[in-house]
């Protein structure tokens, strides 16, 4: 069974960082593109960031830097600077090839609560 599993998140005040971490199961998550999406109350899922297999990466958000250890089957992300509009459910997302070009998925993780608040 394929299976993604996030977790770090919580509450942090503004300025404040926080590392998450998605561990995966079932698969081996090195052959497998992976990226993280929120969604925040009221509003559409949006794209964060990915990383290729190789380690090639593209992130939306300039605070956020994402990387990936595959010996232990774990892609994280680092976001620095949380402002409150960071505040929403996070999740990892595995793409069916290894690079960032594949562009369906066919495995979510159940997603881990960030807020930022003071």
């Known amino acids: 069974q394929l299976q993604l599993v996030e977790s770090g998140g919580g509450l942090v005040q503004p300025g404040g960082s926080l590392r998450l971490s998605c561990v995966a199961s079932?698969?081996?998550?090195?052959?497998?593109?992976i990226d993280w999406f929120r969604q925040a109350p009221g509003k559409e899922r949006e794209g964060v960031s990915c990383?290729?297999?190789?380690g090639g990466s593209t992130t939306v958000k300039g605070r956020f830097t994402i990387s990936r250890d595959n010996a232990k089957n774990t892609v994280y992300l680092q976001m620095n600077n949380l402002k409150p509009e960071d505040t929403a459910v996070y999740y990892c997302?595995?793409?069916?090839?290894?690079?960032?070009?594949?562009?369906?998925?066919?495995?979510w993780g159940q997603g881990t609560q960030v807020t930022v608040s003071s």
């Open positions: 079932g698969f081996t998550l090195g052959s497998r593109a």
């Open positions: 997302a595995a793409r069916t090839g290894p690079t960032c070009i594949f562009d369906s998925y066919d495995t």
């Open positions: 990383i290729g297999s190789s």
